[in-house]
């Protein structure tokens, strides 16, 4: 699976799109347009850039475009919630830089700037936000127009908002780089539970062990082992708050070779023991 460049329709001709999320996730993908997501329920894990994390009901992130990114719902009972989020997509022509170079727009412009690492913002601004998202999905013209910019104005006043992908992190505009990377963090995704060995991965990417490691840290941000325990302890973190597997299971099943390593990669990531992050969500 490489990651898409992804083509989106937009129905009224116009450069704001809003609708409803359903399904299961997204396939690794791209393209140029900035893209809004607000989840409301359900839960899984979010992949923007070099940043892997879980998410949960009311998780609002910003990504600015050609960021490859994708969202991996987990399933409950049958399946996924239906309108389980709404997904707003917008063109940077549709603003314009004649008016985003106005005086009232600097705080949108910085924010358009710093969606280039991609933008999470707390539950609490994902509440305020929703109202106008959801008028978004049905409205058109100028009340559109209001709905996006009541959207941007929650944002903008947002204090509590941080960043996703690393300080390093750079788009790969390239597409013979971008799908390397795209190979290397869906054979990840797909097969962390199992021994990867530097010299496996290195073979995804058709690249020798030593020069794989540096293009690795250099595109990600952080080196091979680091994201792979990263997304392991990610899992980890989702089984022990939402099952009553035992500990040293959830190490089995998230990969660790031992329970020993998955407590000390836990701890390195975590800061506390899985068993004391477990306590805080009984």
Known sequence: MIAELEFIPYDDSGGFRAEYVCGSGDIWHFHPEYELVLNTTGNGTRIVG????????????LVAGNIPHCWNYYRHGNGTPEKHGIRLHFKFRSLGEQLLSQYEMHSLKKLLIDSEKGILFSTDDARKAEGFLTKMTTDTG???????????????????????CSENYKVAFDEKGNRKMADVYSYIRENYVKSISLKKISKVAKMN?????????????AGFVEYLNRVRTNKACYLLRETDYQIRDIASECGFSSISNFNKQFRKSEGVSPGFYRAQFN
């Open 209 to 221: 062990p030593n020069s794989f490691s540096r293009y690795f840290k250099k595109n990600c941000g």
């Open 50 to 61: 070099d940043s892997v994390e879980l998410f949960d009901a009311y998780d609002m992130v």
């Open 142 to 164: 100028i009340d559109k127009m209001i709905d996006f910019f009541s959207v941007f104005k929650v944002l903008c006043s947002s204090d509590t908002r941080s960043r996703l």
